[in-house]
């Protein structure tokens, strides 16, 4: 995966996605032709697409109308039709349409505590296909809110931070309560929080008032007065689970409820690896805290290296829609207002270094 970064400084929604449909154009026409044959290939019927992106766009006009507002900016720049950027932006949504893959996506860990700013890292598992290039964006939000993220051409958010001193981390999850109603986009639940939120507080607060048709967790944290704190924010159309670090501090999530109600809806397949990968993180956490992002990332293998149950590796011997392989490990300093990243597995990070957005 290439990674792009573009800077904004209006606080205009229009403005700015007219700035980023005219910059990324072909990046955002390419990201809709790849969806729409992936979502093909998975056999989601074509009006059901459309359905689905339709109906996510016009939820998001009503919960959030400037996102929708910079989202049908980017498609007029970008001569992009917008029920088909409003697929991607809906990706999400859509693939609950379709019963959940083998895999999941994304492995986080944050640890939180009093005295220290939060020590974050995720790595982003997806289909290395379906994003030849991702994107940095530098921006300011209509509420005034400085804010830096990681997100696919089309998607409005998925890893970041703002200048409030709050970040944010993103793990896909299915429930039994998924269905092609398309509802908000989970990822504009994300990009608004790093839009408004000051706090835990007000980030639950945003995440608890859209009406959503797919099901994701947020983990936020936040730092202020020295200290900091964080929740997973576990979303499902059947409600939401608020879960917190441990006594240690430590919180982690991968692609599995863990709440103790939705976790009985739960959807994703048995052969899924979220388990092993929450296990291995779990199994670390004596060696993980108090380092920087580059021996953190060192230290997230737990000395396996690239056979670290969080490091996937494209199987080729699999249909590619069945390939995972993890593209992006990132930390999130909020102390900073930085996002760390490599664009590959923790351990490529190690070896070669991290690098600061």
């Not at 970064?5 to 403005?15: G, L, R, V």
């Not at 992006?328 to 070669?352: I, K, M, Q, S, W």
Request: hydrophobic share 40%.
């Amino acid at each position: 995966m290439k990674l792009l970064t573009a800077t904004s400084t209006t606080q205009d929604p229009d403005e700015r996605g007219g700035e980023l449909g005219l910059k990324f154009g072909d990046r955002f026409d390419r990201a809709a032709e790849l969806y729409l044959q992936h979502f093909d290939d998975l056999q989601i019927p074509a009006d059901t697409v459309r359905c689905i992106a339709e109906t996510s766009h016009a939820a998001l006009g009503v919960w959030a109308p400037g996102l929708a507002a910079e989202t049908e900016a980017i498609a007029a720049a970008a001569h992009v039709e917008l029920w088909k950027l409003a697929a991607v932006g809906a990706r999400t949504e859509v693939l609950a349409a379709a019963p959940p893959r083998s895999e999941g996506e994304c492995s986080t860990a944050v640890f939180t505590g009093v005295g220290r700013a939060p020590e974050t890292m995720q790595t982003w598992d997806w289909h290395a296909f379906l994003v030849p290039d991702g994107l940095l964006v530098s921006l300011v939000s209509e509420e005034g809110r400085r804010v830096k993220m990681f997100t696919e051409f089309g998607t409005a958010a998925k890893i970041g931070v703002n200048d409030a001193g709050l970040g944010l981390h993103f793990n896909i999850l299915a429930h039994t309560g998924d269905s092609d109603h398309g509802g908000v986009s989970v990822h504009a639940i994300a990009r608004r929080i790093l839009n408004e939120a000051t706090s835990l507080e007000e980030a639950e607060k945003i995440a608890a008032s859209a009406a959503v048709s797919a099901s994701t967790c947020l983990t936020v944290f936040e730092l202020h007065e020295g200290s900091s704190r964080a929740a997973s924010l576990e979303l499902s159309p059947s409600g939401m689970g608020i879960v917190r670090p441990g006594e240690d501090g430590w919180l982690f999530h991968t692609n599995h409820f863990l709440d103790p109600e939705l976790c009985r809806g739960d959807t994703m397949p048995a052969d899924s690896t979220t388990a092993e990968r929450y296990q291995h993180l779990d199994a670390i956490r004596g060696s993980l805290a108090g380092l920087g992002p580059l021996d953190r990332a060192r230290a997230a293998c737990g000395g396996e290296g690239a056979k670290a149950a969080i490091c996937m590796t494209p199987d080729t011997g699999k249909p590619l829609i069945d390939q995972w392989c993890t593209l992006l490990t990132v930390c999130v300093d909020v102390e900073n207002f930085a996002l760390v990243y490599y664009p590959g597995r923790p351990d490529e990070a190690a070896a070669h270094g991290l690098t600061r957005f």
